[in-house]
């Protein structure tokens, strides 16, 4: 199962677009890239998910690379409400389910 | 739409004391999972359930921890007897089952503090 690697922390101003990279090398090709964030004391939410084209929703934008072997997550326009852990993971369909493997993350502040 | 309904939100007791945690995921959600979160940790899968059946529980501590989901709607995950490791917060989530471009959507969880 593919795992994924992201920096433990990262600054971000407000107003500033936040980029936070992750590495998932050995990504298979039915395999899904998913954002969640987890706000202190509430559970993860979702953000976006892409298999290899670049995804843009209300929240954010996800840029995948063309070898599919790392992702970022951009929030455009970061504020202090942006501050949380955010978890880039792989899920995968093991025959008739899903497999998902939560990293440590990375903690995201946004500065004033 | 509701989201994932938890509780108790927060559970206090003694360790060798069992305890029990409740989760209703949303309306169609056929797929049902159990967290543990241990603090400054991402989350850690201790079982699935596609319907009312377990599709996944290689991580469950099975002589201590037990799960169930009978109707394949709301599911209860006990722990008896508790250990000061449990300390954590056990989340739920429900997805759309086979459906892996749709995301888990998440309650709040439950939190648990052993002393």
């Known amino acids: 199962d593919a795992k994924t690697t992201q920096p433990p922390s990262m600054d971000c101003a407000e107003g500033r677009a936040a980029n936070l990279p992750c590495n998932h090398s050995?990504?298979?090709?039915?395999?899904?890239v998913y954002w969640y964030r987890q706000i202190h004391s509430q559970g993860p939410q979702y953000i976006i998910h892409?298999?290899?084209n670049n995804e843009t929703n209300e929240m954010a934008s996800l840029i995948i690379t063309e070898d599919r072997k790392s992702s970022t997550l951009i929030l455009p326009h970061a504020t202090l409400r942006d501050t949380a852990v955010y978890y880039c993971i792989v899920r995968v369909m093991k025959t008739s389910y899903d497999k998902v493997i939560f990293g440590p993350g990375t903690s995201l502040s946004v500065i004033p | 739409e509701a989201g994932v309904a938890q509780s108790p939100r927060y559970k206090i007791i003694e360790k060798r004391q069992s305890v029990a945690f409740w989760c209703n995921p949303i309306?169609?959600?056929?797929?049902l999972y159990w967290y543990q979160q241990i603090l400054g940790q991402g989350p850690k899968l201790l079982i699935q359930?596609?319907?009312?059946?377990?599709?996944?529980d290689s991580q469950l501590p099975k002589d201590r921890f037990s799960a169930e989901r009978l109707k394949g709607v709301d599911s209860t995950l006990k722990i008896q007897p508790a250990k000061l490791e449990d300390s954590a917060v056990y989340l739920c989530?429900?997805?759309?089952?086979?459906?892996?471009?749709?995301?888990?959507?998440f309650g709040d969880g439950t939190r648990l503090s052993i002393l």
């Open positions: 050995t990504i298979s090709g039915n395999e899904y």
């Open positions: 359930f596609q319907n009312n059946g377990v599709v996944d």
């Open positions: 309306s169609g959600h056929a797929t």
């Open positions: 989530a429900s997805s759309l089952a086979g459906r892996i471009n749709q995301p888990q959507h």
């Open positions: 892409g298999l290899k």
